[in-house]
């Protein structure tokens, strides 16, 4: 086995000076501070840390006083350095130097009018304080942001430090292509080209690539690309404990790049353990790593490459393992590299041994599989509902999901009552209760309705009658409207939705319609509530009646005549009535003689009856009192004498004839009187 270590590996000049801060920060005899990993390589922050130098955020500068804080070599942003000083803080500035240049660019070209472009990572720390040194500038990571960048003042553009080169040339160029005035300046550290030229001559000659380096690193990010890019077989480790012995002993050169963060030491490490391990040695040593595994296994594996259609995964064995794209559960599908990153631990469940190509054929979606299986038996011994969707409906019930897992609701456990269109469900969410699981027959029944009537029992337990309940409009009907309250169906009836009159309920109400309703009554045996909504409301009688008073002068219109009087509307949902002998003070003999249907009038309230709810009203009371011709008494007494002259008075005495006629004339009078 040939191990070959690139040119240009390890530590590059301006990490090696931060380090060399770093070291000296914790000689002052002060508290010490980095702001932010000095470097992205763990090792190394974690030797610092357990030196004394310990790691802070932005966030704790302001509580931090008379100590020494050390800058990233990354760079921070200007305004932080100048509050470090301001709190008596000892600041140790460890930005790279190449930096430190690029700064004194952007401020020398903005100064000159340009607008700044920087070419990167806008979540990268070196980005971040390399745009706090502009006023006014652009960060673009990709072609199609590039293509965006029209402007007519002139731009200066600069790249991140860790850029491929070929990748910024590319950039730059469709922005000179779209603008006129455009000034390029590659400032991609010469120190990265160098390694990044190292590893695709490298990557060119080997049969395996080793990429050493901190997994949050940008540039060995970079140089792990490249040597995809021109070596089948490429390895991304941390530290030497994360070789993988057991696939390193096919190859017969291995080369190996470590990045820009990476210290020395690690880099020798690596290649030191591979240099010492003669053939038997290292043919122990893969033994020794390699684990037992058997097919339907769950193992633990570290991802060491991702694809758009699978992942491999170093499992400790003498094979690598895949996962197809579709063994991978339902969101990583979508879009493998947006849910694994090479080093991540995984759980994997074995397929096969061999796929026939001399992988190990592995599962993430089957894991997940098991897992959900054994939370559904947990659920089940501990007598716990679980969640379903609803995803499609057949003769016998519906069919649902929970976990990944499909399950089947059978008919007759779908709702309380009898169903007979189940499609209406479909898509729906349900909590439902677990009749039974078997893992093995992948069969797992539930029950909607058991869960549904335990809630109704409860609910049954918490209503009365009287009782005031929000509620939601689910059905309309001609005769009124079914209202959820719950999981329980209440119907209010079309006569008491208003007091108004109502002849579609759908003229008043919508399904959907959130409304508060009152419980009129209740029959639990026969699963029955009955609503009210007018019973909220104010009668509109009453509210008539508590607004006017007898005695005031009121409009309306006529909307019925019978024959003893007309009724009028003086309100929606208020009428009173005239009384025939109330339209006129002279004689009418029907209404309708009078006034139509639809007429507007004025009248005057003569009486109010709360208890009976009655108004009766006068129009006459309106109307001047017409004036009577004068009596002339003689002629109705003489007329009575005729009468009494006529009349047959043998039953009269002599003595009594005076005063009979004086009776007779009174009673005639009174007659007369009447008649008139």
């Known amino acids: 086995m040939n191990i070959i270590i690139a040119e240009n590996s390890g530590f590059c000049n301006g990490v090696k000076l931060s380090v060399k801060k770093a070291y000296e920060a914790l000689d002052y005899g002060k508290e010490a501070y980095s702001l932010g990993p000095l470097v992205h390589n763990p090792q190394q922050v974690e030797e610092l840390e357990n030196k004394g130098l310990k790691v802070i955020d932005d966030s704790c500068i302001d509580d931090i006083n008379n100590s ?43 100064k000159e009018g340009y607008k700044i472009i920087i070419v990167g990572n806008n979540e990268h720390p070196e980005i971040i304080a390399m745009a706090s040194f502009a006023k006014n500038s652009i960060i673009i990571k990709d072609e199609i942001q590039a293509k965006n960048i029209r402007d007519d003042s002139g731009l200066f553009v600069i790249s991140q430090t860790t850029n491929r080169h070929e990748f910024f040339e590319k950039i730059s160029n469709i922005i000179i292509e779209n603008n006129e005035n455009v000034v390029v300046r590659n400032t991609i550290c010469n120190a990265t080209r160098d390694r990044q030229k190292s590893c695709e001559n490298l990557s060119k000659r080997v049969d395996c690539m080793i990429v050493v380096g901190g997994f949050n690193s940008s540039n060995t990010n970079k140089l792990y690309q490249i040597s995809n890019t021109y070596c089948k077989n490429v390895y991304r480790i941390e530290t030497v404990k994360d070789l993988p012995l057991q696939n390193l002993s096919k190859f017969n ?73 579709d063994e991978m559960t ?8 947006d849910h694994f990153n090479v080093g991540d631990e995984v759980d994997v469940y074995i397929i096969k041994l061999d796929d026939g190509e001399g992988n190990v054929s592995l599962s993430t979606r089957r894991v997940e599989g098991m897992k959900n299986w054994k939370k559904l038996t947990d659920k089940f011994e501990k007598q716990e509902t679980v969640e379903v969707k609803v995803i499609g409906a057949n003769k016998g019930g519906l069919t649902c999901q929970v976990y990944g897992i499909n399950g089947f609701i059978p008919a007759s456990h779908i709702a309380t009552y009898f169903v007979k269109n189940f499609k209406k469900f479909v898509g729906e969410v349900w909590e439902v209760e677990i009749l039974s699981v078997d893992e093995r027959k992948r069969r797992l029944v539930l029950s909607r309705k058991n869960v549904i009537q335990e809630k109704l029992d409860d609910q049954w337990s918490n209503l009365e009658e009287g009782q005031v309940v929000k509620g939601k409009v689910a059905r309309l009907t001609d005769f009124g409207a079914f209202v959820e309250i719950g999981d329980l169906d209440g119907l209010l009836h079309v006569s008491d939705i208003s007091w108004n009159r109502v002849t579609n309920p759908a003229d008043v109400l919508n399904i959907g319609d959130e409304i508060e309703v009152k ?32 005695g005031e002068v009121v409009k309306g219109k006529v909307v019925n005549l019978l024959d003893f009087g007309a009724f009028v509307e003086l309100a929606e949902g208020v009428e009173g009535l005239i009384h025939v002998s109330e339209i006129s003070w002279l004689h009418v003999e029907k209404p309708s003689d009078e006034l139509n249907i639809g007429d507007e009038v004025e009248v005057k309230i003569l009486s109010i009856d709360k208890d009976a709810e009655r108004i009766g009203l006068s129009m006459k009371a309106l109307q001047p009192e017409p004036e009577r011709p004068a009596r002339k008494p003689k002629k109705k007494v003489n007329k009575v004498k005729k009468q009494f002259d006529k009349a047959d008075n043998d039953s009269f005495g002599d003595d009594d004839l005076q005063n009979n006629l004086g009776l007779f004339i009174e009673q005639q009078l009174e007659a007369n009187k009447e008649e008139e």
């Open 253 to 325: 050169t291995i080369g190996i790049i470590a990045g820009a963060s990476t210290p020395d030491k690690i880099v020798e490490g690596v290649a030191s353990r591979m240099d010492n391990l003669t053939n038997e040695e290292f043919m122990n040593s893969i033994e020794d790593s390699m684990k037992k595994i058997y097919p339907r296994d769950i193992v633990k594996g570290s991802v060491i490459n991702v694809k758009d259609d699978e992942i491999f995964v170093d499992i400790q064995y003498r094979a690598d393992g895949i996962v197809k794209l």
């Open 330 to 337: 339902d969101e990583q599908r979508e879009n493998p590299k």
């Open 68 to 110: 020494v804080i050390v800058t990233r070599a990354h760079g921070v942003k200007d305004e932080i350095k100048q509050k470090i000083k301001a709190n008596e803080n000892i600041l140790v500035d460890a930005t790279c130097p190449v930096l430190l240049g690029i700064y004194k660019l952007i401020q020398k070209y903005e």
């Open 519 to 550: 419980i009129l009554k209740l029959n639990k045996e026969r699963d029955r509530i009955s609503l009210g909504l007018k019973q909220l409301q104010e009668k509109p009688f009453e509210k008539y009646c508590n607004e006017h008073e007898v």
